[in-house]
């Protein structure tokens, strides 16, 4: 089909392009309009446009609607990968990109008849299943389904549905114990060399890395003293590999799962891309050896979705289920969080609608739920039992220690990569927090729908009602836990906190909280409108009765669950006639996520019990009111481990039989060189007497040759102008491919502002994270796959983007990124060393920001710093021999435009010196 007659509109900072037919000439114009003509065009007619949100945050009109290429894409293409851009969209449909924002609404209407035109080819691979939701989509009036019938033919036998069409899960028996084997050195070598197969470079670090990897698969010689290995690996010594090796073998030989942990998505994609050099794609019985398995907030929940689709989401949102539907149908693994559902697809309905179709809550009803033994997260939980490899991430990990086996047995052969993040997520696993949020999630899971809520929402009765009419002490634990958890929290408690007039016990004590936490804090917080926190000192006798009187009612709310739980395995343990293998899970699933209650309820009372005694020294305590633009959204009380390591080497570590803890930045590099001992009392071994290995493998990297590092001297701290002047004026002088790091997302916001217009102008895009309606995983999309393109952000862009090549050849910082000084941070400090401390956390976060920039042997780039007050100590963060120099912008400014270091020849990279000369 030729290019769609309809109008197209696109807007981006550089202004607005209209498109439409024009009756004079039978062709089409596209000219360039003002914002207002823009939306006036827009509301008056259904335009094509590309990623609506977007383009409405563009014309500062939010309420922009209109036929969106993203929207046709997922139903055409569900579950394919397309970056949300004019560009990307090109890619993914193999159509000529669009050479300048002019050309884009041209480009949309010519990308919407090829997708129409494609409908209607016999080589549309995901017609199935397409007739009968478009049928759903013209009842919800989604825009596109006028559009598309004609050129979507009806099959001609019925389709079946959805719930029908996905395949079932088998049972299978509990794996054997692994065998106990030696993975020699030489072997593990010798798998390597064949895993990287003939004719690779022989990389020496990666060999001698795989060689020290292959000892944490031998036997354990004594019960709780795994083996743990320490392995600093530099960038690019090819560690994934270097670890699979060795973990491959031991799996063939010991019949045994190996966990690899993660703390990014980015490398979760790239361990499955490796892993496919050592493992097939499926065994010879069908199953695969690779599972990646996330925790289950991760997955569709089709017993959400059902509810969704025939109902329980009205306007936007049930078009959302319907597109949602046609992915499940295509999708690898159900994974809605990074999987292979587009991750811009549910930032284009706005509200949390994905959210709500994944199981949130924990209210799975098990083998009650009629698609059980569809669900994916059953797939993905019984897949990994019997799998070789499991990549996972360090909370699930964690988290599945800690909370003991459901499914399958526990991970005992471990290899956290990006080491570095165990300890951020072992504080959040291990923390316990009170708050209103947090009790209100408990009543509803206890008590289920109250009032005006929506959906398929079921308390404990609902979920066993069967249970408390066969067993009468089980019924009246359940009816008693129900009447307890009455006095939790319930909705509107945010508003009777702030009048003052809280119900129940536990609303009284974080009305105290709230009141005491405005008293004390002077964290600066008030005035800006952040969150403010008090630590747990001092505290008014009424504070500390209203803590003792929440903590009888939580002990009222434990007791009658304790009881549930022990009637649940009286029933396991002498089972009714009716109960059949699948009312069996389903108990057992009650148990499980029951237990896990009883857990959380018994920290909260431990938790209060503590207020106005004596301070724990192993715990930091405070209480907190979060707030967002000065607007509260929660309020509690919160502990957190002094040290997490402490309970993550009891529970993790002990129980294990080999642990590797891998990162390019796993020491700290002082002026001193490597800092071992720290890495070592970092690892947590200490707190159960072990000496593990270590291990140093230097980056390959020529960082000399292909890095430099420029400390700008004159821009003055807090000249909001200037630092906004220097990232723009540094974008244009490199072309785009800048990736701009904030401390505090109110200056991202404020440089953004600033500068995204004139960048736009010189053919150079700009997004934010914090600004831009996207997700940070598109963003990073976005970004690498447009080399004019730059990319603000915080925290996540540091540590988690991958970036390799030409799309990101400059890094810019802000400023040196000092730690946050909450009350934890000020404990963690005065226990480990003070200034020290500091120290050693802002060398890993340059490190880890540096990293950004080197990621393969070829890439090379500038590192800016935009603070002159960069102390000379924290330069040791950078890898030996790379050249560091102080200059002022104007020298900055030339050395960058002068191109990457090492590539300085424009032919070489494509880059053209000099600014406002965009590719
Ligand atoms: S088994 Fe649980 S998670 Fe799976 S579809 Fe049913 S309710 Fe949802």
């Not at 293409?77 to 993914?92: D, E, N, S």
């Not at 979060?626 to 997490?644: A, K, T, Y």
């Not at 802002?842 to 002159?868: M, P």
Request: proline share 7%; charged share 25%; net charge negative.
């Amino acid at each position: 089909m030729a290019a769609i007659p309809l109008p197209a509109l696109h807007a981006s900072h550089a202004g607005c392009w209209l498109a439409e037919p024009n009756s004079d000439t039978g062709g089409r114009e596209t000219r360039g309009c003002s914002k207002g003509e823009a939306i006036n065009a827009a509301a008056d007619t259904p335009m094509l446009m590309i990623n609506a949100p977007l383009v409405a945050t563009r014309l500062g009109y939010p309420d922009l609607s209109g036929l969106d290429l993203l929207e046709l894409f997922a139903f055409v293409h569900p579950a394919r990968f397309c970056v949300p851009t004019a560009r990307g969209l090109a890619h993914a449909l193999d159509l000529a990109e669009p050479e300048d924002d002019a050309a884009i609404p041209a480009f949309l209407q010519a990308a919407a008849g090829a997708l129409i035109a494609h409908c209607e080819s016999d080589a549309w691979a995901e017609r199935e299943g397409a007739w009968s939701t478009l049928q759903s989509l013209m009842r919800l009036r989604w825009p596109w389904a006028q559009v598309l019938s004609p050129h979507v033919r009806k099959p001609e036998k019925p389709e079946k549905w959805l719930f029908s069409r996905l395949p079932e899960w088998e049972d299978a028996p509990e794996r054997p114990q692994p065998a106990q084997v030696l993975i020699e050195e030489n072997e593990a070598e010798g798998h390597l060399a064949r895993l990287t197969g003939e004719g690779a470079e022989r990389r020496e670090g990666q060999r001698a890395y795989t060689r020290s990897a292959s000892g944490v698969f031998a036997p354990r010689e004594s019960r709780g003293r795994p083996h743990l290995l320490l392995a600093q690996a530099g960038t690019g010594i090819g560690k994934t590999l270097g670890y699979l090796a060795p973990a491959a073998l031991w799996a063939q030989k010991a019949h045994g799962t190996v966990w690899v942990s993660t703390y990014t998505k980015n490398l979760q994609r790239q361990l499955r891309r490796e892993s496919a050099r050592a493992w097939p794609e499926r065994r010879a019985d069908g199953t695969p050896p690779v599972v990646v398995r996330k925790g289950r907030e991760n997955y569709l929940c089709l017993l959400n979705l059902e509810d969704a689709l025939q109902g329980g989401f009205a306007g936007r949102p049930a078009i959302l289920a319907q597109l949602v539907a046609r992915w499940a149908a295509y999708s690898r693994d159900g994974d809605m969080i990074g999987g292979d559902l587009p991750g811009w697809l549910g930032t284009l309905f706005r509200k949390r609608g994905i959210a709500a179709l994944t199981d949130q809550r924990g209210e799975c009803i098990y083998a009650g739920c009629p698609h059980y033994r569809k669900c994916f997260i059953e797939r993905a939980a019984r897949a990994s039992a019997q799998a070789d490899l499991v990549i996972a991430n360090h909370a699930l990990v964690m988290i599945n220690a800690a909370r003991g086996r459901h499914h399958g047995p526990a991970p005992t052969r471990i290899v956290f990569d990006e080491g570095h993040h165990v300890f951020d997520a072992a504080d959040s696993t291990f923390a316990a927090a009170l708050t209103g949020q947090e009790a209100i999630e408990l009543r509803r899971w206890i008590v289920g729908p109250e009032r005006n809520a929506r959906g398929r929402r079921r308390g404990l009765a609902a979920r066993l009602a069967d249970v408390a009419s066969y067993d009468e002490a089980g019924g009246e634990a359940v009816e008693d836990a129900v009447e307890a958890a009455g006095v939790l929290p319930s909705e509107g408690w945010l508003g009777r906190l702030a009048e003052g007039m809280p119900q129940g016990p536990v609303e009284e004590l974080l009305g105290q909280v709230r009141a005491l936490t405005y008293a004390r804090d002077e964290s600066g917080g008030q005035e800006a409108g952040y969150g403010i926190e008090t630590e747990i000192a001092q505290l008014p006798g009424p504070l500390i009765e209203a803590a003792q009187s929440a903590q009888q009612a939580l002990a009222a709310i434990r007791k009658p669950l304790l009881t549930l739980g022990v009637r649940l395995s009286a029933i396991l343990e002498d089972p009714p006639d009716w109960l059949d293998g699948q009312g069996r899970a389903r108990i057992e699933g009650a148990r499980h996520s029951l237990a896990w209650r009883v857990d959380l309820v018994a920290a909260w009372e431990a938790l209060l019990g503590r207020l106005g005694g004596p301070t724990d020294p192993d715990f930091v305590d405070w209480f907190a009111v979060d707030r967002n633009d000065s607007r509260e959204f929660d309020i509690g009380v919160h502990r957190r481990w002094l040290d997490p390591m402490q309970p993550f080497a009891k529970v993790v570590l002990e129980p294990a039989h080999g642990v590797m803890l891998t990162s390019a930045t796993l020491t700290d590099r002082g002026e001193a060189g490597e800092d071992w001992e720290g890495a070592i009392a970092a690892s947590g071994a200490p707190h159960i007497a072990l000496q593990p290995k270590t291990g140093s493998h230097a980056s390959p990297f020529d960082y000399a040759a292909r890095a430099e590092v420029l400390i700008v001297t004159d821009i003055k701290r807090g000249d909001l102008p200037a630092l906004a002047g220097a990232y723009a004026r540094l974008i244009e002088a490199a072309g785009g491919g800048t990736l701009g790091l904030f401390t505090a997302i109110r200056r991202l916001r404020a440089v953004y502002g600033r500068i995204a217009d004139r960048l736009a102008r010189a053919g150079l895009p700009l997004y934010a994270q914090h600004v831009d309606p996207i997700d940070t995983g598109t963003l990073t999309d976005i970004f690498r796959d447009d080399r004019s393109a730059s990319l603000l952000g915080t925290d996540a862009l540091r540590d988690g983007v991958d970036v390799p090549g030409e799309s990101l050849r400059c890094v810019v910082m802000e400023s040196v990124p000092w730690p946050r000084p909450t009350i934890l941070h000020r404990a963690r400090r005065a226990a480990n060393g003070g200034g020290a401390y500091d120290d050693r956390l802002i060398r890993a976060r340059i490190a880890q920001a540096f990293g950004r920039l080197i990621r393969t042997r070829e890439d090379a780039g500038h590192f800016v710093v935009l603070s002159a007050a960069f102390p000379s100590r924290l330069l040791t963060a950078f890898p030996p021999g790379t050249p560091i120099t102080r200059v002022t912008l104007d020298e900055a400014l030339a050395r960058v435009a002068a191109g990457p270091p090492g590539v300085q020849d424009a032919t070489e990279t494509g880059t053209l010196n000099g600014h406002l000369s965009p590719p």
